[in-house]
């Protein structure tokens, strides 16, 4: 279960510096802006880092709910780009960075404060 935290995070990371170095190229694609482009790789290296960081420090029951939350809210938000591209819009991957952007960021969030919970309950 170690080695697939580790393998989450590690594609976080990888898709993270990706985004920043194409941002140009995978933006024109994708259809949204260089400034979220990188903004979301950056918060996707952020994510990926946290998660392989506390890879050790937390239960995997707490890994496993955060990967299922951040999973399922990445399915539902391609299919929602792929519904609004498909609607004639041109936000769909606007949609989809704009997840890549936000839910790295809740799962380090949420990662840490597992963290303080546990050191709380601790002492």
């Known amino acids: 279960m170690v080695m697939g935290v580790v393998g989450d995070g590690a594609v976080k990371v990888l898709l993270g510096a ?4 194409g941002a140009n190229q995978i933006g024109h694609l ?3 802006p260089i400034w979220l482009m990188v903004g979301s790789g950056v918060a996707l290296l ?15 029951r707490t890994y496993t709910r955060l990967m299922v939350a951040y999973d399922s ?3 539902l938000a391609a299919l929602a780009g792929v519904l ?8 769909g991957g606007e949609v989809w960075v704009g997840y890549q952007t936000a839910a790295p960021l809740a799962l380090a969030v949420f990662l ?8 709380a309950s601790a002492s």
């Not at 990706?18 to 170095?21: I, L, N, Q, S």
């Not at 952020?46 to 995997?60: A, D, F, H, Q, W």
């Not at 840490?112 to 050191?119: D, G």
């Open 84 to 91: 609004v591209a498909w609607r004639g819009s041109d936000g």
């Open 112 to 119: 840490v404060a597992a963290c303080s919970e546990r050191a």
């Open 30 to 32: 994708l259809g949204v």
């Open 18 to 21: 990706a985004f920043v170095v």
């Open 46 to 60: 952020i994510g990926g880092g946290t998660e392989i960081g506390y890879v050790r420090s937390r239960p995997m």
């Open 73 to 75: 809210g990445w399915v």
